[in-house]
């Protein structure tokens, strides 16, 4: 209902005595009270009346006659914050130094919680100083509110803990890429180191056929263990050739140039032309820079 309307429907002591003016008022559900400049209460509408019936409170239903800021005065003097700042509020308004007042505040019992908005602004009139206070229970608003910041905050933890379990995914799947890189560089050290030289002795000796097939079936599967180097070294900047791949291989173990002549049963110079070449196909043109190395960071 607009203030104004108010006003001209209340007789000089302030109850208002417009039939319909008194029919919209009683048809809010907000708890509203008119007071004067010193918080008397000069009427109330019908949702005020039945929350003062329900909740057993002091004095007359309607509260006509007592004064609204007193009331406020000693609950502020009991401790009670919310009350201090609607007195300031509402002074603020009776002496024009402010248009509206608006604050919401708990009104919480011992079996339920509550919330209203209050809401004091002045009639806008000649006559004397006429404050409409309305209060309205806002608790399911409230209440969703408290809901959701109860979410955000399962949410928020939610997340924390997948970012946790995200980094300690990534650790673990980093520290399995690492065990699986030692892994293999064992177990193709070991070979080059361990087995293929006898191999590669074994090839050069007399051998029956049956025995040279089984040693070229061993030969393979052994190809096949040690793959997964090879195929990263076939995949690099350059295509390498089968035998530049095995000196590659030869050279990132750390072996000489006479070593793996003596393992691949070529000669030395074949050897340094394979590591001329591989220094060339990696665009490795500083002499300074080291081929085995180069060779290691690649995996």
């Known amino acids: 209902m607009d203030p104004e309307s108010i006003s001209k429907a209340q007789p000089a002591e302030g109850r208002l005595s417009d039939p319909f003016a008194r029919t919209v008022l009683?048809?809010?559900?907000?708890?509203?009270?008119?007071?004067?400049?010193e918080g008397r209460i000069l009427d109330t509408n019908q949702a005020w009346r039945e929350y003062a019936t329900t909740n057993d409170m002091e004095g007359s239903v309607d509260s006509v006659g007592e004064n609204y800021l007193t009331v406020c005065r000693q609950a502020a003097e009991a401790g009670d914050p919310d009350a201090a700042a609607v007195v300031v509020g509402i002074k603020a308004v009776a002496e024009g130094r402010q248009e509206i007042f608006l604050y919401d505040y708990p009104c919480h019992s011992p079996e339920e919680k509550h919330w209203y908005y209050m809401r004091a602004v002045r009639v806008l009139y000649s006559g004397p100083v006429r404050i409409i206070v309305s209060h309205e229970d806002i608790t399911a608003l409230k209440l969703t509110e408290e809901s959701l910041r109860q979410h955000e905050a399962e949410l928020e933890q939610q997340t924390q803990s997948l970012e946790e379990a995200n980094i300690a995914l990534k650790v673990l799947l980093k520290q399995r890429e690492s065990d699986k890189h030692e892994l293999e560089q064992k177990v193709l050290s070991n070979v080059r180191q361990l087995v293929l030289p006898y191999v590669e002795?074994?090839?050069?000796?007399?051998?029956?056929?049956?025995?040279?097939?089984?040693?070229?079936?061993?030969?393979?599967?052994?190809?096949?263990?040690?793959?997964?180097?090879?195929?990263?070294?076939?995949?690099?900047?350059?295509?390498?050739?089968?035998?530049?791949?095995?000196?590659?291989?030869?050279?990132?173990?750390?072996?000489?140039?006479?070593?793996?002549?003596?393992?691949?049963?070529?000669?030395?110079?074949?050897?340094?032309?394979?590591r001329k070449n591989l220094r060339q196909k990696?665009?490795?043109?500083?002499?300074?820079?080291?081929l085995r190395s180069h060779l290691m960071s690649m995996t």
Not at 26 to 37: E, G, H, K, P, Q
Not at 282 to 290: H, K, Q
């Open 26 to 37: 009683d048809s809010l559900s907000a708890n509203i009270a008119i007071i004067d400049a």
């Open 201 to 274: 002795k074994l090839k050069t000796s007399r051998l029956k056929p049956r025995d040279r097939t089984l040693l070229e079936i061993i030969e393979s599967h052994l190809d096949d263990v040690i793959s997964p180097f090879l195929q990263r070294m076939s995949t690099a900047k350059s295509i390498l050739t089968p035998q530049e791949i095995q000196v590659a291989a030869l050279v990132k173990e750390g072996r000489t140039s006479q070593e793996i002549a003596d393992i691949l049963n070529v000669s030395v110079t074949t050897i340094n032309f394979h």
């Open 282 to 290: 990696f665009g490795l043109r500083n002499t300074s820079t080291n």
